[in-house]
């Protein structure tokens, strides 16, 4: 299983995953809490990290995100 591969001192994808969405899962909530004033959140995050909100928002497996390319500096945008 890839995700659950660790470098030496480092964690998994899958250990990643689980220490991420819940903070990505309490900006969601906030936002349905205050539809009226919605403002956009910004997160400055490595690759790994916007893989797991990937992974979350389109409800894939993380395996199948370990794939996908994340340019350095590049921008990705998730609209809920």
Known sequence: N???IRPPGGESMGDLFNRVTPVIQQHVI???KSRDTIEPVVIAAHGGTIRAAL???TG???N???NE???PLSLTILSY
């Open 55 to 57: 992974a979350m928002a």
């Open 69 to 71: 390319k994340v340019d």
């Open 30 to 32: 906030h936002a349905e």
């Open 60 to 62: 894939m497996p993380i």
């Open 2 to 4: 890839p995700q659950d």
């Open 64 to 66: 199948a995100m370990l």
